[in-house]
């Protein structure tokens, strides 16, 4: 046997090892068994799987099966949480396991969510991939508001800042950190769905760097993006020329009414939601708040791409739970109707039309970043 035919068989061996991982993983979260959980990774590592093989190619697409699971409609809302949340203890527990543990000192990188962007998890898996190659980590979490992100880091001078942003309506308010950020002298590497599979928003929105993930994101900073990228992308916060027409503004300004006269449309045309119970009525609200919440986030970045990706997504979630994507017509006519006057606005409105009349459905879902 060959020496590569020896590397091909442990390459196998390992991924085989790994498969075995994630389905004793999956089934601990899914029964919410936390002990079983951290007892499934400290059996990995002790077995000699390298830490961060556990946290990128274990817990890693154990979050994403989560999430698919969920929007299949084959796990509860509550279940997605309590899986989430044993696959953050997990993450936790790898940190304290002396496998996990360095010496080294590579520098200083602080890891935050913008404001809003509830979703930790992608971040947490960053900060401690950081960690395991040897750099001084402040993870500062979720829903990090901007003033307190610049105070921090006035305070601990790092040598950049990692922003995660995992949701697309949240990337007006990651416009403003990565601004803040580079007004107060750091660097800014950019990750997370929110951005684009591409990274096309964080480079439209001026981050110094973009990363697909958390070894790409190590990389980066392990090669010096600091000296090579900084102050390349940089642009005004103001300085997105579509944004001079004041759609956005406008649209933005006036979400809760057309939130509302949508609703009272609907029901007055639709006897059905006249029967509807208050529980039915609010979620219908919500929902039609989440479309509109994506419209001011494709006005704000000027892309169909992101609005129509929410609607087929939501359709997809939709068909999961035996409701028709055809039902999202109506809203989609109704703000049309309520928005005559803005063309941006009536472009993305009629492109979402289209792709749901397409059935194109998008291969990730454009909340998530797992």
Known sequence: MSSHDVDSAATRAVATDLAQVREQLWGAVIDCDEYAAVATIYAAMDAGVPPEDVLLEVIAPVQQKIG??????????????????????????????????????????????????????????????????GWQVDFLGAQV?????????????PDAVALSCSIPTRLPTAHAA???????????????????????????????????????????????????????????????????DQ??????????????????????????????????????AEDIAHIVEFLVAGLYTDDDELFTGFMLWTAGILAARGVPAATLFPALELLGKQLLEFPRSKRLLDAAKSALAGEKRPATDPQLNT
């Open 178 to 244: 990565i601004t803040a950020c580079q007004a107060a002298g750091v660097a800014v590497l950019a990750g997370g769905a929110a951005f684009g599979p591409d990274g096309r928003f964080a480079r439209q929105l001026g981050a110094d760097a973009w990363a697909p993930d958390a070894r790409a994101a190590a990389e980066l900073l392990a090669e010096g993006f600091l000296s090579t990228h900084l102050s390349s992308n940089r642009q005004p916060i103001d300085d997105l020329p579509h944004l001079v």
């Open 145 to 157: 508001p901007t003033p307190h992100l610049i105070a921090h880091l006035h305070q601990s001078g």
């Open 247 to 284: 759609e956005y503004t406008t649209v933005s300004q006036t979400a809760t009414q057309l939130i509302t006269e949508t609703l009272a449309t609907l029901e007055s045309r639709i006897p059905a939601m006249r029967e509807y119970s208050d529980f039915e009525r609010q979620r219908t």
């Open 68 to 133: 698919a699971e969920w929007a299949a409609n084959r796990i509860r809302i509550a279940q997605e949480h309590a899986a989430t949340a044993i696959n953050d203890r997990a993450v936790a527990a790898l940190a304290h396991h002396p496998a996990g543990r360095t010496t080294a000192h590579t520098g200083k990188v602080t890891v935050a969510c913008v404001d809003g962007e509830w979703h930790a998890l992608p971040a947490r898996l960053l900060a401690e991939t950081l960690r395991l190659r």
